[in-house]
């Protein structure tokens, strides 16, 4: 069965500080590949969205993701955090034929002021 | 800017207990979803509706679960008789297209005592 492994389950960094969130999924077909953010008490926000062309894509706040077809993986990165960026952090995947979204479990980063 | 919208933020219910979980999908959006987090779990998906049927849904939709959209704008998930390990945040979300970004709602916290 399709999987989606986050790796980092609680990530502290200090302000300015750079960041990467690994993201794995196990699917050797086509996928089209998601960030989510959930600040405390809000809904889950799309960050970025991957289907075809450039692997880098760049989505709100400063944030960017790399997808590597041959590792099969989808990190999440920003150069600089900030104190507004303490949230938790959902990758997501959807394959061919079907629209739901494979989660991973999740990445609770605390950025310290 | 549009948002999903589900109602009640948080249910508390007893065992064998009937439950509606309400939400309100982004107006010109064709596609809800269910999904539900237990708690330190991953977000899983439930199921997909379109055109006023269900399009496609996981191996936990059994037959305690179904949805309605029983006028133009609600979306509604009813859990026959509620267990103990039906606990569990339910987020509903929306798409335009099938295969595009889901937005989502804030969450209904169901608890079964």
């Known amino acids: 069965a399709q999987s989606v492994s986050q790796h980092n389950h609680h990530v502290i960094l200090s302000e300015a500080a750079s960041l990467e969130l690994g993201c794995n999924y196990s699917?050797?077909?086509?996928?089209?590949l998601f960030w989510y953010v959930q600040y405390p008490g809000q809904h889950l926000q799309l960050l970025l969205k991957y289907f075809s062309g450039d692997p880098l894509v760049k989505g709100i706040k400063g944030f960017e993701a790399e997808f590597i077809k041959s590792k099969f993986s989808f990190n999440l990165r920003k150069p600089s955090v900030q104190w507004s960026d303490t949230a938790e952090y959902f990758c997501a995947v959807t394959t061919s034929g079907t629209y739901k979204y494979i989660f991973g479990t999740g990445t609770r980063l605390k950025v310290l002021a | 800017e549009p948002e999903v919208t589900q109602t009640p933020s948080h249910q508390v219910t007893q065992m064998g207990q009937e439950v509606i979980l309400r939400c309100v999908p982004i107006s010109n959006h064709l596609y809800f979803y269910w999904y539900r987090q237990i708690l330190g779990q991953k977000v899983e998906f439930l199921v997909s509706f379109y055109n006023n049927e269900i399009s496609e849904k996981s191996e936990i939709f059994d037959d305690q679960f179904s949805v309605e959209r029983p006028d133009g704008s609600n979306f509604t998930l009813k859990i026959r008789s509620t267990k103990l390990e039906d606990s569990a945040m339910y987020f509903c979300?929306?798409?335009?297209?099938?295969?595009?970004?889901?937005?989502f709602g804030p969450g209904t916290r169901l608890t079964v005592l």
């Open positions: 699917y050797g077909g086509t996928v089209n």
């Open positions: 979300a929306s798409s335009q297209p099938s295969y595009n970004e889901q937005f």
